[in-house]
């Protein structure tokens, strides 16, 4: 399998990389980008395995059948902590806080 040739963006990112300021912001901003993700597509499965549409789950929690539309929908969710609570009680769901492995890096 050949590799995509490195575009002129691809050279950059590499080379910030090596700043390693740059490269533990980008860490830490991946990680909670990917920590929200996460959660919004827990949220979306568990709606699902509970046969409820988005605006029966949005009626549930007396919310906007947009906003819980647009929350699984959009390619950047950023819901608040409020809201991801009630749509995990109104799914029968908890919220748990898990210490992750430390990284190699620290």
Not at 3 to 31: C, H, I, L, S, W
Not at 35 to 50: K, N, P, S, Y
Request: aromatic content about 6%; proline content about 4%; glycine content about 4%.
């Amino acid at each position: 399998m050949s590799r995509r040739p490195k575009t002129g963006f691809d050279r950059y990112f590499d080379a910030q990389m090596n700043n390693r300021e740059f490269a533990d912001a980008y860490v830490a901003a991946r990680r909670e980008i990917d920590t929200v993700d996460g959660i919004v597509r827990a949220l979306d499965e568990a709606r699902e395995q509970e046969g409820l549409t988005k605006a029966a789950l949005a009626k549930r929690v007396g919310m906007n059948a947009e906003v819980v539309r647009r929350l699984f929908t959009t390619d950047a969710p950023n819901p608040t902590l409020d809201t991801v609570v009630k749509l995990a009680a109104a799914l029968n769901c908890s919220l748990d806080l898990v210490p992750r492995r430390r990284s190699a890096r620290r």
